[in-house]
């Protein structure tokens, strides 16, 4: 009975009645001239009833609510107790609805009866007779509430309306008199975000509901609901079933039906459920006439038509009863009235609006580009609801653009992966996983406004939604990090961090949606261009790996697989320092890098996920000796978790062309080309360069500045870090007391160092650092191999403990897993000196050992050992953690 936000918010768009109310098409999809008007299956016995054959209500079985509040939808009548507006005559009760005196607070009366605490049930049949008021602004209903909200407020707790009507015999938009009546599940998140889902159905030959009298129920059973108007069942609905892929992780819906949202009472946290729920909880039943309100003032004839309201137009009840199956009490289940095609989609079964599963994320941080001058098939352009059809057109500064139009009809525009939308057969839907990149990605898009709104007052807004919109957040352009408006006829670039974006309370795992689109109604006239469309974090925080330049990397030792030789290192020219050197002999053999434990590598391999769009293999090799055939072709082979997958090519296929010889060649394998030929880039773990199989004996051959990194950008080996400060503290991270009260203070210090982070211990015991926002967390898992820990610091006053000794202490996932270590046991191996900076690193792969989840650090310390650190006044600045 309660009309939630989102009926309101498209009744004012002008959208179809129709779907407005999520009953989906108003007449039912079956032949009505087949209808059958058959009572209940067998198994059903009778639990409760009112037949109304005496003098008065009930007051054992009925209480009346009463006050003005109607049900939150607007409603213009107090409902009371008075016997004029509910009374039981000629057996049958009888709801009436008439206008009140001058100056009362709303101008009806009318009742609303409740079994709460007399009648609460929990599965059955619920089955009432009635002939239904008519009229501009009435809306009958018979429905059920939950007893106690065990899942929360409405309608958490769940909502099942049986039968309402509004309108009745009022001219529908083509002049015929209404005659829908509804059934309607409300559930899921609390208001204004919650949903419901339905069907309208129409009696058959043309009968109206408020002529004569028909019989209204619903069956419900554990998981699911059914509806019947005279015997004939014309929806179904459903808990969601949700798909589970081979490691019991949920990854979707194999049907969508009801959910809901609640606090789970172990953690505090929102938590979203597929399965009975709310749907398992005693309700009880609810008779009601409401006048006017949101849903019937906005169609039909439109407002309350004051004639409709007195005693020759009242709800008439014959009876209401309540059946329990004798079958299953417990579940109600094994006494279903059905028919073919109650449980099919194109008949009666109603798809519900739960969200799908979102699949656990890998972690991995990847880039999306969702347009930049090329179409991507699985996020077509789109134009919500003016009927458009956005176009790529040529831009004399961007080359292949998006153009975007606005009508007099309101809309939204922009990308979207939904399956309703996707029409190349080369699309999927492919809801982005965002959120490895909160810390450093962003939403962003290029757009030029070619002609502005005619509304000059109109605000250009950008929303996103993700999970099918269970979650979105819509903000002002100028909400963008370069915080300005659209000018007419200029490019201009918008960028929004995917924090703030988080923030705002868009779920970034599922991302589904990007709009960008003057605000809703104010948008005609207008007609703007986009490009450079995508959520992605800068190369600067992009992985990056050294396999080898001028010594080797210990992660990644040189390697021959077969031949039995030890490849060394040897110096080289000028430019290239200390090289590998590889020697094949007669033993057929292939020889590179390798990261796997059994060969002496760290086992952990490089995830270059995030390096597709534009990262590389790459290496520099020179020919010492060739081999004893000078048309030996030289191969490039990469491997991947444990050479699940692997790809071998001919290192004339480089980006260069060249074929290896006596000079240093550079060259290059793009890691997309890999990809396409079938590499797994995620795992890689097996570099090799070699002449052809059981054709290089003799070969002795150098390489040098072997990595995997994208070019030109600050993910060039040896630039990757994070910054928790220097000259300030890094977004999101503060400088920390845990325990001691104080505050630590950012000061001036020397010309070398600025303004550094300042940290005083007093008498109570404590440790200090910097220490991540709730929910921040510092994802260093791809830097392991070369990546540190890395500060400086100096010790102003020692502690008055002598004996006190200076740690280090690292923590991750709040604390899930924490490494400390005594300062000396950093690469420089020294104990604070006071007076002087000195700088300390912890390698990221030390800390990995010993137990930290590189993954999500969100704790960096430094300190006197526990309660012996008093009086101890330090600085630190230069902290950093990764590849520098």
Not at 167 to 194: C, S
Not at 442 to 468: G, I, Q, R
Not at 630 to 652: G, H, L, R
Not at 715 to 722: A, D, L
Request: proline share 6%.
């Amino acid at each position: 009975m309660k009309i939630s936000a989102s009926r309101l918010k498209y009744l004012s768009t002008g959208l179809m009645v129709s779907a407005l109310w999520g009953c989906g098409d108003t007449n039912t999809s079956t032949d009505i001239d087949s209808v059958q008007l058959e009572g209940p299956s067998d198994g059903w016995t009778m639990v409760w009833n009112d037949e109304f054959d005496g003098s008065s209500i009930d007051e054992t079985k009925w209480t009346h609510e009463v006050n003005c509040a109607g049900g939150g939808n607007q409603e213009q009548q107090c409902y009371t107790a008075d016997p004029e507006n509910s009374f039981v005559a000629d057996g049958m009760l009888n709801i009436v609805a008439l206008q009140a005196p001058d100056g009362s607070e709303k101008p009806y009366t009318s009742a609303r009866m409740v079994t709460k605490d007399k009648g609460d049930f929990k599965y059955g049949r619920f089955e009432m007779r009635a002939k239904l008021p008519s009229g501009q602004g009435s809306w009958p209903a018979f429905w059920l509430l939950p007893t106690d909200n065990v899942y929360g407020i409405w309608p958490r707790s769940g909502e099942i309306d049986i039968i309402e009507s509004v309108n009745l015999k009022a001219a529908n938009a083509e002049g015929n008199p209404e005659a829908h009546v509804y059934g309607t599940l409300h559930y899921g998140r609390e208001w204004p975000d919650n949903e419901q889902s339905g069907k309208a159905y129409l009696l058959p030959d043309g009968m109206n509901p408020a002529d004569d009298f028909h019989t209204y129920a619903i069956e419900w059973q554990e998981g699911e609901i059914r509806w019947y108007v005279d015997g004939y069942l014309y929806a179904t609905q459903r808990k969601s079933e949700v798909r589970y892929n081979s490691k019991d992780e949920a990854v979707g819906l194999a049907h969508k039906g009801w959910f809901t949202e609640f606090f789970d009472q172990s953690t505090g946290e929102k938590q979203i459920v597929w399965g009975t729920e709310p749907y398992d909880q005693d309700f009880h039943i609810i008779l009601n006439f409401a006048v006017g309100g949101s849903w019937p003032e906005a169609v039909n004839e439109t407002g309350i038509d004051a004639s409709a309201f007195n005693e020759s137009n009242p709800y008439q009840i014959d009876y209401v009863r309540v059946y329990q199956c004798d079958a299953d009490p417990d579940t109600g289940a094994g006494c279903e009235t059905v028919r073919p095609g109650y449980d099919s989609p194109d008949d009666a079964l109603v798809e519900g609006k739960a969200p799908a599963p979102v699949p656990p994320s890998d972690g991995v941080a990847r880039n999306l580009t969702i347009f930049n001058g090329t179409a991507n098939p699985n996020w077509p352009a789109w134009d919500c609801c003016g009927g458009s059809t956005p176009e790529i057109i040529d831009d004399a500064d961007k080359g292949q653009v998006y153009k975007f139009v606005v009508g007099e009809q309101p809309t939204v525009n922009g990308f979207i992966t939904r399956s309703a939308f996707i029409t190349d057969p080369d699309g999927s839907v492919s809801p982005f996983d965002a959120s490895p990149l909160l810390e450093t990605g962003s939403f962003s898009f290029a757009m030029k406004v070619v002609t502005a709104p005619s509304d000059a007052s109109s605000t250009w807004m950008v929303k996103l939604e993700s999970n099918e919109g269970a979650t979105a957040v819509e903000i002002p352009i100028t909400n963008s990090s370069e915080g300005v408006a659209p000018t007419v006829g200029q490019w201009q670039t918008y960028t929004f961090p995917l924090n703030a974006l988080a923030d705002g309370g868009l779920d970034l795992s599922a991302i589904d949606v990007v709009m960008v689109f003057p605000a809703w109604g104010t948008g005609n006239g207008a007609e703007y261009l986009m490009d450079e469309v995508t959520i992605a974090q800068p190369d600067g925080a992009l992985p990056s790996l050294t396999v080898f330049e001028n010594d080797e990397n210990p992660n990644w030792p040189m390697w021959d697989c077969c031949g039995g030789s030890t490849p060394e290192t040897v110096s080289d020219d000028a430019d290239h320092g200390i090289v590998s050197q590889f020697t094949i002999g007669a033993q057929p053999t292939v020889m590179g890098y390798i990261n796997r434990t059994d060969s002496g590598g760290s086992g952990q391999p490089f995830d270059a996920s995030a390096l597709l769009d534009g990262g590389v293999v790459q290496y520099d090799l020179k020919v010492v000796n060739g081999t004893s055939d000078p048309a030996t072709p030289w191969f490039f082979k990469i491997e991947s978790d444990n050479a699940a997958t692997a790809v071998e090519v001919n290192m004339n296929t480089s980006t260069e062309g060249s074929t290896p010889n006596g000079e240093w060649q550079t060259f290059t394998f793009p890691l997309q080309t890999l990809a396409d030929a079938g590499l797994d880039v995620s795992a890689i773990d097996v570099l090799m360069m070699f002449p052809a199989w059981g054709q290089g004996e003799g070969a002795v051959y150098r390489v040098d500045n072997v990595k995997i990194y994208k070019p030109g950008s600050d993910s060039t080996p040896g630039g990757n870090v994070m910054t928790l400060f220097a000259d300030t503290v890094a977004s999101q991270w503060s400088i920390w007391d845990c325990c001691g009260g104080s505050t630590p203070t950012e000061e001036a210090d020397d010309d070398a160092h600025g303004t550094v982070a300042q940290y005083i211990i007093g008498s109570q015991p404590t440790v200090m650092g910097f220490f991540a926002d709730d929910g921040v967390y510092h994802d260093a898992s791809s830097e392991v191999a070369n990546g540190m820990v890395r500060f400086e610091l100096k010790v102003v006053t020692p502690p008055t403990d002598s004996t006190s000794t200076w740690l280090f202490k690292i923590e991750s996932g709040d604390a899930d897993t924490a490494v400390e270590l005594p300062l000396t046991d950093s690469t420089e191996g020294v104990a604070p000196v006071t007076g002087q900076w000195q700088t300390f690193t912890f390698p990221l792969q030390t800390l990995a050992d010993a137990g930290l989840d590189t993954s999500a650090i969100d704790v960096v310390m430094v300190f006197p050992a526990w309660g012996t650190g008093d009086g101890a006044v330090y600085r630190i600045d230069n902290a950093i953690i990764g590849t520098p």
